[in-house]
Nanobody, 125 residues
Framework: QVQLVQSGGGSVQAGSSLSLSCGASGDSLSSYFMGWFRQAPGKEREFVSAISWRGRRIYYADSVEDRFTISRDNAKNEVYLQMNNLQPEDTAVFYC??????????????????WGQGTQVTVSS
């Protein structure tokens, strides 16, 4: 079973950029469909972005389209989320997540079997 360890995040002002990384151990990340989710205080964990096993298919939530970029490097066993033009409403704990598939709904958090520890992203206005 893969284990996921996240890094990155922090506190920035609106309009700034941050990048998140998610490193895998215990298994090859190439076997997993990967997603990023976030959870703001008092809200449900929501889908942010996802990337297929070899990166050929990429998905974004409408709220982050054109601002966030997901990528993966299977040779390094890592997945990334580059976040540009951050806004206060992006403030949340961000989680990377993995599932082997088949993927029937990449936005459904219940389909993901392994989660990173979470990373706080705080954006001030």
């Amino acid at each position: 079973q893969v284990q996921l360890v996240q890094s990155g995040g922090g506190s920035v002002q609106a309009g700034s950029s941050l990048s998140l990384s998610c490193g895998a151990s215990g298994d090859s990340l190439s076997s997993y469909f990967m997603g990023w989710f976030r959870q703001a205080p008092g809200k449900e964990r929501e889908f942010v972005s996802a990337i297929s096993w070899r990166g050929r298919r990429i998905y974004y939530a409408d709220s982050v389209e054109d601002r966030f970029t997901i990528s993966r490097d299977n040779a390094k066993n890592e997945v990334y989320l580059q976040m540009n033009n951050l806004q206060p409403e992006d403030t949340a704990v961000f989680y990377c997540a993995a599932q082997r598939g088949p993927v029937t709904d990449h936005t459904d958090k219940r389909r993901y079997t392994t989660w990173g520890q979470g990373t706080q992203v705080t954006v001030s206005s």
